[in-house]
Each structure stands twice: as structure tokens, then as C-alpha cells.
């Protein structure tokens, strides 16, 4: 806050309580005095006029009690602009001595858990209760509250990994985050063969587009994309490049979708918690999200 604003404020709270002495000292010393004693405001309804008597004195003094404490209070706590009161309390100081205290109470129970392997940490109900409001308040936001995605985040509900569904690797995931580099393509290709490409993806993700445009379109797949998504669009965990296969998209599966990210590209970065939350959470969390895909993961286990 520049110094201009903090004298704005501290001038505006001040000639407010002014104000409020002011006005009470006028209401107060306006008694209609004792030979007015039954002089009405003017206001009549039903036969039943107001008087216009003057305030009890302990209502007065309740006002008065209620400015000293007001004024008290602004000396001791933050409030005048920048003066950080006589006390040193702050919201941020409030809060650092909540979580200390918070974070003393669970970090044992979050210690306990840390030693269960995640698959068996994630069939433990309380631990997942706890796991679901831990995703609640910091995963949410980004993944949506059943781990859905949307436009630009992935869904990490369904059994489709980009940088691998095994325990280990969604926990590294979480704890280091992840930055996914895809170049873009719009110099290096022409508008038909970006087309064309994004015409052999529908095919890959078995998906119907036009049949020339699918053969030049696996050339230039070939050629660009295969390195990183594999000759088949299997994908590679190694590189977050997602497999293009399964009809499941993170920016899209339109035309238009998939021609942006051909000439564009992608960078998609998942913060790492490492700082924020700390490794024990992050297990529990790591088993919330391997329980979230624990019915699929089934699935597929019965194909294979
Ligand atoms: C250098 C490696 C690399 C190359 C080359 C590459 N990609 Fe990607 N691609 C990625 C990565 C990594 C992502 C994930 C981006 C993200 O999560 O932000 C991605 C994402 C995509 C997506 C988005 C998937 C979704 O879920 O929405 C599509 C579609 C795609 N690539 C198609 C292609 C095509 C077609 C080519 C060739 C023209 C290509 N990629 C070339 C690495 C690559
Ligand atoms: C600011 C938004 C944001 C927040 C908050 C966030 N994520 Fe992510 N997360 C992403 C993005 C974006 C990606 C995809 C990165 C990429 O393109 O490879 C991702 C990727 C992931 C992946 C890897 C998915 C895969 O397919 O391999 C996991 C697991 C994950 N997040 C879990 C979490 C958890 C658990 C939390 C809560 C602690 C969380 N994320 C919080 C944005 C976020």
C-alpha cells in the first residue's frame, strides 16, 4: 500500500469516529428540554403520536463505550492504513500459527499412512476421506472435484496416463509436477498437411475422416509425430507425449482442436506440491488418485 493510500484510510476511519462524536454530542445536547416534555416528532399513525424525547443516557453511553473501544482497538490491531498496531498481530502471522498447530496435530496420522504402499493405502477408506479433501483444496481447482479435467487439464479419473499410471509415477507426478513440451507445427507444415494429420489422429483414435487425407496424413505423422507419440500414437510416458489412440483428449478432440495443437503446440504444467503439501501428503494424495481409476485399472486387468 503506497503511503498516499495508507493516510486515505487512516484518515477516513478517523473522521468517521469524529463524525460519530459529533453526532451523538448534537442529538444529545438538542434535548427538547424538560418543558417540551411532550413535544411530538410529528409522526402519527392510529391515533398514537411519537414523542420526541431525548435518548436515555445509558443508551448514550453504550455509543461513547463502543467509540473508546473502537479507537482502542485501532491502536492494537491493524486498521489505520499501514500502522501495524501496538500488538504485531497480522491475518498472514494468524494463520502461519493456525496451520502450525494443524500441521502438529495431523502430521503423525499423515506419517502412519506413509508407510502403507499406495494400491493398499488407496482400499483404506479413512485415508481416502482424508485424500478426497486434501484433492478437494488443491487439486480441484484444476482437475475438477471428481478428477474429470477439463479443457487443458487432464482427467486423472480414467486409467489414460501421460506420464504413467503406476504408483511411483503418479506420485512423482504430484510431488515434482510435470512440464509437457509439444513444438508447434505451423512452420514447418503447410495448412493441408496439418489437415491431413489431424485427419490420420481421428483414424488413430478410430475415428472415420477421408481416406486420401488419412494416407497423406500418416506420412506426415511419420515423419513429425512419431518420435514422440510412437508409430502407432501409443504415446511415451517418458516425455508426457499422450497416447492418441483412445478417444479421450486433454485440449480437445474436434478438428479444429487437433489442427491448433499441430500448429501451436501444447505446454501443459502441473506445479509441483513437493513445497506446498509436503511428501507425506503427497502419498496420500497419490493413493486418492490410483483409487480414483482402481475400476478401470480392474478392467483392463481382466483383458490382459
Ligand atoms: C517433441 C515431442 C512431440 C512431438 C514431435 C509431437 N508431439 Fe504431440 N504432444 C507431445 C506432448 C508432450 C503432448 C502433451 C502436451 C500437454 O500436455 O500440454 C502432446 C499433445 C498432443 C495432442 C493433444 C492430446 C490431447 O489430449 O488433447 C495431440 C492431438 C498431439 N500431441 C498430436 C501430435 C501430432 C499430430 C504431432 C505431429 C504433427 C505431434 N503431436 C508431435 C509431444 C509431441
Ligand atoms: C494449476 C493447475 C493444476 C493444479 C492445481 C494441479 N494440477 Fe495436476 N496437472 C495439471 C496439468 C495442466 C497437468 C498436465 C501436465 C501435462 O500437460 O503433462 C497435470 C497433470 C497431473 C497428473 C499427471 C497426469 C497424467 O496423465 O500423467 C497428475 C497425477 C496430477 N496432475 C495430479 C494432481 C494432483 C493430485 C493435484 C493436487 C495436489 C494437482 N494435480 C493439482 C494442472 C494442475
Request: glycine share 12%; with cysteine; proline share 5%.
Amino acid at each position: 500500500m503506497s503511503a498516499f493510500w495508507s493516510w486515505w484510510i487512516t484518515l477516513i476511519a478517523l473522521a468517521n469516529i469524529l463524525a460519530c462524536v459529533w453526532l451523538i454530542r448534537w442529538t444529545a445536547r438538542k434535548r427538547p428540554g424538560e418543558a417540551a416534555e411532550h413535544e411530538t416528532t410529528g409522526h402519527e399513525w392510529d391515533g398514537l403520536s411519537e414523542l420526541n424525547r431525548p435518548m436515555p443516557r445509558w443508551w448514550l453511553w453504550l455509543f461513547y463505550i463502543t467509540i473508546v473501544f473502537g479507537l482502542i482497538y485501532l491502536v492494537l490491531y491493524p486498521g489505520l492504513g499501514r500502522f501495524d498496531g501496538l500488538l504485531g498481530w497480522s491475518q498472514y502471522g494468524a494463520w502461519e500459527e493456525e496451520v502450525a498447530s494443524m500441521e502438529e496435530r495431523t502430521a503423525p496420522l499423515f506419517a502412519e499412512y506413509a508407510k502403507i504402499p499406495i494400491p493398499e493405502l488407496a482400499r483404506n477408506d479413512e485415508a481416502m476421506q482424508t485424500g478426497r479433501r486434501l484433492f478437494g483444496n488443491n487439486c480441484a481447482v484444476c482437475h475438477g472435484a471428481d478428477g474429470g479435467g477439463r479443457i487443458g487439464f487432464p482427467n486423472i479419473a480414467n486409467d489414460t496416463w501421460q506420464w504413467g499410471g503406476e504408483p511411483e509415477e503418479i506420485y512423482a507426478s504430484i510431488l515434482n509436477g510435470r512440464e509437457a513440451v509439444m513444438p508447434g507445427f505451423g512452420g514447418a507444415m503447410d495448412d493441408e498437411d496439418v489437415e491431413a494429420t489431424a485427419a490420420f489422429v481421428f483414424h488413430l483414435s478410430g475415428r472415420d475422416a477421408p481416406e486420401d487425407l488419412i494416407q497423406r496424413g500418416e506420412e506426415t505423422f511419420g515423419n513429425f509425430c512419431a518420435a514422440c507419440h510412437g508409430p502407432g500414437g501409443e504415446g511415451n510416458k517418458a516425455m508426457g507425449a499422450p497416447k492418441l489412440t483412445r478417444d479421450e483428449w486433454t485440449y480437445g478432440g474436434g478438428m479444429d482442436s487437433i489442427m491448433t495443437t499441430i500448429r501451436d503446440g501444447r505446454r501443459g504444467r502441473m506445479p509441483a506440491q513437493k513445497d506446498l503439501l509436503g511428501e507425506d501428503r503427497v502419498h496420500v494424495l497419490a493413493a486418492y488418485v490410483y483409487s480414483l481409476s482402481a475400476d478401470e485399472r480392474e478392467d483392463a486387468g481382466d483383458a490382459e
